[in-house]
């Protein structure tokens, strides 16, 4: 579990293919504090880390995540959004977050607001129930706020602190970002749709 607040942002060393994987190297300021078997998130994706070199640890994706998610379009040097899992002793800054990404966004407009940044997405349709007004969502790993939900696409608000110490930064008209819905919308809907027909 995670809480979609991100520690710090690490860079893609060395991409590897192995059969329908790809193997991320990434270089982060915590990747020597890591442990072997331990899940970190990755732009929202939880992955286990499975070797550690000095600054350096290694996470694979397999086919099913890399269908799911951004983590396919991942190139040298990109940014990536890192937060280690919770821990039950200290306070949920963001919201609940499983890592389990639901989906892709697409980012279609990018605005700049004097100090701010507003950012507007669109996602498949068939999740647009699992969205609401002032809701959480988790972008790339990052806990935020929805706003001017039309269907399926909504907005988001970028404070300064979270455009410069995430990879938000990065994110243009077209970009592909992770996206996970509120895990207790989606329990909400199944019940819904199970036990009230």
């Not at 190297?25 to 990747?31: D, G, P, Q, R």
């Not at 899992?85 to 990404?101: E, K, P, S």
């Not at 979270?162 to 243009?172: F, G």
Request: proline residues 2%.
């Amino acid at each position: 579990m995670f809480t979609g607040i991100i520690e710090t942002t690490g860079t893609i060393e060395l991409i590897e293919q192995n059969g329908t994987n790809l193997s991320f190297w990434i270089k982060s300021s915590f990747s020597d504090e890591l442990k072997v078997d331990q899940s970190v998130s990755h732009d929202g994706v939880c992955l286990t880390v499975e070797k550690i070199s000095g600054n350096k640890h290694l996470v694979t994706a397999i086919d099913e995540t890399l269908q799911k998610t951004n983590l396919r379009y991942w190139k040298m040097n990109d940014d990536v959004n890192l937060e280690r899992c919770m821990q039950l002793n200290a306070r949920v800054d963001g919201h609940m977050v499983q890592g389990h990404v639901d989906t892709t966004a697409f980012c279609i407009d990018v605005e700049e607001k004097n100090g701010s940044w507003e950012y507007y997405f669109q996602f498949p349709p068939e999740y647009a129930h699992l969205l609401i007004e002032k809701g959480s969502v988790c972008l790339n790993g990052i806990s935020l706020t929805v706003f001017d939900i039309v269907m399926n696409s909504f907005k988001v608000a970028i404070i300064p602190y979270t455009y410069q110490h995430t990879n938000m930064r990065n994110i243009k008209n077209g970009a592909v970002v992770n996206i996970e819905f509120d895990v207790i919308g989606k329990y909400l809907a199944r019940f819904r749709e199970v036990f009230m027909k």
